[in-house]
Nanobody
Framework: QVQLVESGGGLVQPGGSLRLSCTAS????????MAWYRQAPGKQREWVAG???????NYADSVKGRFAISRDSAANTVFLQMNSLKPEDTGVYYC?????????WGKGTLVTVSS
């Protein structure tokens, strides 16, 4: 059974940092395309960042230069380092695993950026 469990969310002031984690079981993260998405209140879920099996990374324009996606193969975990956070980064952040056959989603972790 595949599980993706996100953690690391919380309340942070504008300009602050958080690191989100997505720990996987039932899949090997380094063999999948892994991504982070977020959903702000009242808005559609949007893609934030992705990391390929080969380690290439890409980012939405809104987070480029502030966020960094990475993975730890030994821990079977994907991270999202978020710096210079803005109120518009507020939302529930989800981890997603993509393959040809099936996609898996975690249940999300809430990030609130507010003073």
């Amino acid at each position: 059974q595949v599980q993706l469990v996100e953690s690391g969310g919380g309340l942070v002031q504008p300009g602050g940092s958080l690191r989100l984690s997505c720990t996987a079981s039932g899949i090997i993260v380094s063999s999948k395309f892994m991504a982070w998405y977020r959903q702000a209140p009242g808005k559609q879920r949007e893609w934030v960042a992705g990391i390929s099996r080969g380690g290439s990374t890409n980012y939405a324009d809104s987070v480029k230069g502030r966020f960094a996606i990475s993975r730890d193969s030994a821990a079977n975990t994907v991270f999202l380092q978020m710096n210079s956070l803005k109120p518009e980064d507020t939302g529930v952040y989800y981890c997603k695993s993509t393959s040809v056959a099936v996609d898996y989603w975690g249940k999300g972790t809430l990030v609130t950026v507010s003073s």
